[in-house]
Every structure is written in structure tokens, then in C-alpha cells.
């Protein structure tokens, strides 16, 4: 949607790709308000799918066995939203993030549930990969990224040479709950109202860093 906001609708089992040239899109969202999109498969695409800044929406949408591979920039981009949710989506072999977060406006209420992310930061190897992240959240402003939620996924597992599974940066109640994971997850900038949970025994040395942040929890 641009301009009119889209409502009440449902897209499922749809297939894009192709839109490799720079700034490509396989699927764009905009103004939706209560919309799913259900087994979308978005891949090879220069952004797989992207949510541009949009004071408007999307809200209350829901993504639910969406895919973002092999995209050759990123797999998610998103720059707006509030109350998103995904559900068993997967996010893999993307040439830099699985998914990029940053607010344009206030952003808040995105759930992750049950994600599957590999083999992402394609277009780097060896220690320049490890160093990328396959999340990454970079909140701007005061309070304008918040309530961030990511439970019951895995990232990466058995691949300790694989990226770190998320950089948080300046994002406020952030949540990270019964995530497999072998990478470690960094947390900078001021970051608030953090807790965390790895389901299994990591093999990252360490499993958490931590760069200038304050009021963790």
C-alpha cells in the first residue's frame, strides 16, 4: 500500500524473485493494517523484502512461513512498523544482513518467533564475516526503536564461523528468549530493559559483549 491503506487481506503462497539489479525489491510493504502474508517466498532479489519509512504503517501484520535467500544485498529491510510479527520465517544465505532495523519514525512491537537463520554475510568470509551480524537493530532517537522481541529461533547452528546472530544497538526492551544459537549476540550503544536466554550451551567465546551500554537488565 501507498497512500490508501491496505486492510483485512491475506498473501499466500506467492513466489518473487529476479529484482537483482541495485535497490530491487521482491516484496515491498507499505500502508497495511491487519494484513498476512503467508508461505511468501522472496528470493534472489537485491532486498528480498523491504518496508520503506512510512509514518503510517504498516500495523498488526503478520508474516507467517515467509522466506528471504539468497537475496544479493539484504534479506529484510525494514524502516517502519508497529505491532509486526513473524512466525516461522526463514532468512538465509543473503549476501550481508539476514535482517536490517533502523526507525525512520518511532518503531515498536516486533515479535520474531520461531526464526530459521543461516549461512548469511554471504559476500564476506573468515574473520570479516564474524565480525557482521545476521540481526542487526540500530535504534535513532530517545525512544524510537523499542519493544523487540526474538523467542524460540535458531541462528546459525554448528557453524561457529558463521556471523554473530544480532548487533542491538540503541534499542529499548529488547528480548531475547529460548534462541539457539552458536554466535554470540553484541548489545551497544543504550540499550535498556534487556534480558536474555540461549536454549542450548553456546560455543562462542564470549556469549554476549557488551559495548557502552547502560541499564541492562
Not at 534472489?44 to 503510517?56: C, G, H, V
Request: hydrophobic letters at 35%.
Amino acid at each position: 500500500g501507498d497512500g490508501a491503506i491496505i486492510q483485512f487481506c491475506i498473501i499466500q503462497d506467492v513466489v518473487v524473485g529476479g529484482f537483482g539489479a541495485t535497490n530491487g525489491i521482491g516484496v515491498k510493504v507499505g500502508s497495511c493494517l491487519e494484513t498476512s502474508f503467508e508461505n511468501v517466498d522472496s528470493y534472489n532479489n537485491y532486498n528480498n523484502w523491504e518496508i520503506p519509512p512510512n509514518i503510517s504503517g504498516p500495523t498488526s501484520t503478520i508474516f507467517i512461513e515467509c522466506h528471504a535467500r539468497a537475496g544479493y544485498n539484504i534479506g529484510w529491510k525494514l524502516q517502519s512498523g508497529y505491532g509486526l510479527t513473524w512466525a516461522n520465517c526463514v532468512f538465509e544465505s543473503n549476501a550481508k544482513e539476514a535482517l536490517w532495523c533502523s526507525n525512520s519514525t518511532s518503531m515498536h512491537n516486533l515479535t520474531f518467533i520461531g526464526s530459521h537463520v543461516e549461512s548469511n554475510w554471504t559476500s564476506l568470509s573468515g574473520g570479516a564475516r564474524q565480525a557482521e551480524a545476521s540481526f542487526r537493530f540500530v535504534g535513532v532517537g530517545g525512544s524510537g526503536l523499542r519493544q523487540i522481541t526474538i523467542i524460540n529461533g535458531d541462528f546459525d547452528l554448528g557453524n561457529s564461523a558463521a556471523p554473530r546472530s544480532g548487533d542491538i544497538n540503541n534499542v529499548k526492551d529488547f528480548k531475547w528468549d529460548n534462541v539457539a544459537s552458536n554466535n554470540p549476540l553484541m548489545l551497544r550503544g543504550a540499550t535498556t530493559g534487556y534480558s536474555a536466554n540461549f536454549a542450548i550451551d553456546s560455543s562462542a567465546s564470549p556469549l554476549f559483549e557488551f559495548f557502552d551500554t547502560a541499564h541492562l537488565h
